[in-house]
């Protein structure tokens, strides 16, 4: 027997014609004037363009939703006269309490209001048209948070390290884990820490807890939905204990720091305009700390509010409020401690707006 195929099928779908059995040839034609009912069915007359199904892209691997996600599948098919479209799912018929099917001239929607993971399968549109046949599949995958990791325990704590173990959960979620989200939390704060994240394995090693402090740990199961709800505590604290040291003293000379005051940033000669602020500043160092005294013009201007005198960390700042031509002329900062002293000086110019 002679099989006919299409020149060109769409990705993920097929044609084919249906085998006819012996038995068939000895059975007689139907008639046109037979009614509905005959067992034979009538064949079109012509076909004037064969089964074909359009699978998107998406569909030609497996389509994975969430629990209580829709599913609303449009799938496009061709054919002429228009072709008889049905669905099976795992090679049975579809539950009609729970999916539903729209076929139009050019296309057959599979609608799924709110999935459950029990709709996950292996999902097959038929396009039949006289004796030929076309056929798409679609894996549809539904899928949910995991359980719980079912149990974790404190194996052992040695220095700062503590090791856990943890077997896996009941429940996947209908999916393969992506890994294990190993926390901890040390009792004064109570805070949640992660320490690992994807991690495969059922056992770990938690490094570096501090000395003095107990800790619980936590273990989450992760797919593709994310973590479990909720995660198994460790029923035991790990106290990190204070190791016993004892500590020698050597004797040692004791390294004198006292420096007399050297400016490591001198004052910079200042143009400025007048009515705007303008800050002069300069760096020194000294031990032990120098007193810092502003002069202008070599008078003590310690208290004029006109200035501002800082000192932070060996910066030494000056603040000229709203100078005008008398604030013109040499601006010196001294500083002074019991080993000596020092001066740097600049030049202050005032000049009028235009």
Same mark, same amino acid.
């Given at each position: ?23 068939? +040839?000895?059975?007689? !034609? ?7 009912? @005959? ?52 090679? &049975? ?14 296309? @057959? ?24 046949? +076309?056929?798409?599949?679609?894996? =549809?995958?539904? =899928? ?34 992506? *890994?294990?989200?190993? !926390? ?29 402090? @107990? ?8 797919? !593709? ?25 050597? *004797? ?7 420096? +007399? ?8 000669? &200042? ?29 003590? =201007? ?21 100078? *005008?031509?008398?604030?013109?002329? =040499? &601006? ?13 000086? &600049? ?8």
């Amino acid at each position: 027997m002679e099989t006919a195929t299409s020149p060109e099928v769409a990705s993920g779908s097929s044609l084919k014609v249906k085998e006819a059995r012996p038995a068939d +040839a000895e059975r007689p !034609q139907a008639s046109p004037q037979q009614g509905a009912g @005959s067992p034979v069915p009538q064949l079109p007359s012509t076909i004037e363009e064969h089964p074909k199904i359009w699978l998107p892209r998406a569909l030609r691997q497996t389509y994975i939703r969430k629990v209580g996600d829709t599913v609303n599948l449009l799938i496009p098919f061709q054919g002429k006269p228009k072709p008889r479209a049905t669905w099976t799912c795992d090679g &049975c018929a579809l539950d009609a309490s729970r999916v539903s099917v729209r076929n139009g001239e050019r296309d @057959s929607i599979l609608f799924i209001r709110e999935a459950q993971r029990a709709d996950s399968g292996r999902y097959q549109l038929s396009v039949q048209l006289g004796e030929l046949e +076309a056929t798409a599949t679609i894996d =549809i995958l539904v =899928i949910e948070r995991p359980g719980p990791p079912q149990s974790i325990k404190l194996v052992d704590v040695w220095g700062s390290n503590a090791i856990l173990e943890w077997t896996p959960p009941q429940d996947t979620g209908n999916v393969a884990l992506l *890994g294990y989200t190993v !926390q901890k939390a040390d009792t004064k704060s109570g805070l949640w820490f992660t320490v690992l994240e994807r991690y495969h394995r059922t056992s770990c090693t938690v490094s570096k807890l501090i000395v003095g402090n @107990s800790y619980a740990f936590r273990v989450f199961a992760e797919n !593709q939905c994310g973590l479990s709800e909720t995660a198994p505590i460790t029923a035991d604290l790990a106290h990190i204990q204070k190791a016993a040291t004892v500590y020698k003293t050597e *004797g040692f000379a004791q390294r004198d720091f006292s420096e +007399a005051p050297k400016f490591s940033q001198p004052l910079a000669d &200042c143009i400025t305009v007048t009515g705007y602020d303008t800050q002069l500043f300069c760096c020194v160092r000294a031990s032990p700390k120098p007193k810092i005294i502003w002069l202008k013009n070599k008078i003590d =201007i310690q208290g004029n509010p006109k200035y501002r005198a800082l000192t932070h960390l060996g910066i030494c700042s000056l603040e000229i409020r709203k100078p *005008g031509p008398f604030d013109r002329g =040499i &601006c010196t900062c001294k500083a002074v401690n019991p080993l000596g002293e020092a001066s740097v000086d &600049c030049r202050v110019d005032v000049k009028a707006p235009h």
